[in-house]
């Protein structure tokens, strides 16, 4: 029964059918790990919040045909990125970096690491760079021929859709429940735009939170950033998910849930959902011990990095530009 139900989910093949390894690029192109790593770095020092674009280009490669680097497509003529979907028009950065990392891996050993691979470094290393755990990069994968626009809508949970169907999604793409709320975790660094955030401030904030003199301030505060009408006009305003620690990768995401001070729905939805006893449970087990946090996390980015496109395994490459398909 149970391996029925994975079947059902399993949106394509997972590493344990593929040749993902640790040394993929020891004789091809040995400084790989060295050459994303400096670039992330400076990326890192100049803006913290550069981790957190780069960490979410790779949750949204890889729940839209896999960890394939479909995400990094621009639009021509003949093929229709992901950039503009909706969830991701406006709201995916990151792609300048990308490509810087790109030409010093050009340079250094051309035709050899593929986009795919490069991001999901990256992503690892941006974690770390915050102060957040480390974790092997399986690498091998190759890079897409195709993007998929309309999947970008299907796949990637939105910020006011309940706790039942962001589980869905997940397990769709063979990642549990606990890797969801693990992976939830993310949002301990970054930002969120007010038209993500808008229906909770004027919604259900008051009653997930304590509404203590500190959620006060932080909601009438919220509201400012964000105001209620007219509506379009502030929809670009920016404020962080973790508003303790915005630019340390630490658990306190897990906190301000308990507080019922979360900022986007679908967070707070982990912790004050009907449906929720097992996120809730995990919440609290994430806050009170910040190290079950970071091995679990860790743990589930190598799952998520490891989702793969069947087609790459057939008919990817190695593309020379992040942006295009090779011609
Ligand atoms: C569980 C379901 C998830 C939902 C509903 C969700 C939704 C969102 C939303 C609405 C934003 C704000 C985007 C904007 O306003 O422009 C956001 C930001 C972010 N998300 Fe998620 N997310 C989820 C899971 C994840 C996962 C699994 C990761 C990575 C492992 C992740 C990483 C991030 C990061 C780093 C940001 C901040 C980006 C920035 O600063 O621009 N999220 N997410
Ligand atoms: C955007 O946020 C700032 C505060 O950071 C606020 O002063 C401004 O009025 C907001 N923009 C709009 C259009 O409401």
Partial sequence: ????????????????????????????????????????????LSDPRNAALILRLHFHDCFVQGCDGSVLLDDTITLQGEKKAPINFHALKGFRIIDRIKNKLESECPGIVSCADLLTVAARDAVILVGGPYWDVPLGRKDSKTANYDLVSTNLPTANEGL????TKFLYQGLSAEDMVALSGAHTIG??????????????????????????????????????????????NESALDYVTPNLFDNSYYHILLQGDGLINSDQELYSSVFGLETKQLVQKYAENGIAFFEKFAESMVKMGNIINPDTYVDGEVRKNCRFVNT
């Fill in 1 to 44: 029964m149970l391996l029925i139900i994975l079947n059902i989910f399993c949106a394509g093949l997972h590493a344990s059918d593929l040749p993902l390894t640790l040394d993929y690029y020891k004789s091809t192109c040995p400084t790989v790990l060295e050459i994303v790593k400096s670039e992330m770095e400076c990326a890192v």
């Fill in 164 to 167: 039942l169907s962001i589980i």
């Fill in 191 to 236: 930002m969120a735009r007010c038209v993500n955030f808008r229906g909770r401030i004027y919604g259900d904030f008051e009653t997930t939170a304590t509404m203590n003199p500190i959620s006060e301030t932080y909601l009438s505060k919220l509201r400012s950033i964000c105001p209620a009408a007219p509506a379009t006009k502030a929809d670009n």
